[in-house]
């Protein structure tokens, strides 16, 4: 997993993602951050609150495999753009937070201190 690809891997792992990308193409092509916090976690809450586990698991592994990623970028983007948009969103984060993998419960905890939510 390389920055220069994580939008090819978050596409090739949940089609949904992929078509939306592809409705906002124009405005976020090829800026993974933006892809992350305009398209990807719109579709994390969706999936957070679903019954469908098997997804859950997947966008949990994907979250959980960039957090522990040797590229500092790809560990940010975890952080910066899928993280700390969802901070504010209290009960959301409450219901969530365990079923989150380790090293992504821990980003969430560091980033709830440095904002003041902890």
């Not at 940010?76 to 992504?104: A, C, H, M, W, Y």
Request: include cysteine.
């Amino acid at each position: 997993m390389r920055y220069e690809n994580i939008i090819d891997v978050l596409s090739s792992r949940f089609p949904e993602v992929s078509r939306r990308y592809n409705e906002e193409k124009d405005y976020v092509e090829g800026l993974p951050h933006l892809v992350f916090e305009i398209v990807f976690v719109p579709y994390f809450r969706e999936v957070m609150q679903s019954e469908d586990q098997n997804t859950k698991l997947q966008v949990i592994e994907l979250l959980e495999e960039m957090i522990s990623c040797e590229d500092e970028k790809i560990q940010e983007i975890v952080v910066v753009s899928v993280l700390e948009p969802l901070l504010s969103e209290r009960d959301f984060l409450k219901i969530i937070r365990n079923q989150l993998g380790l090293k992504t419960q821990e980003s969430l905890q560091v980033l709830e201190k440095d904002f003041g939510w902890a």
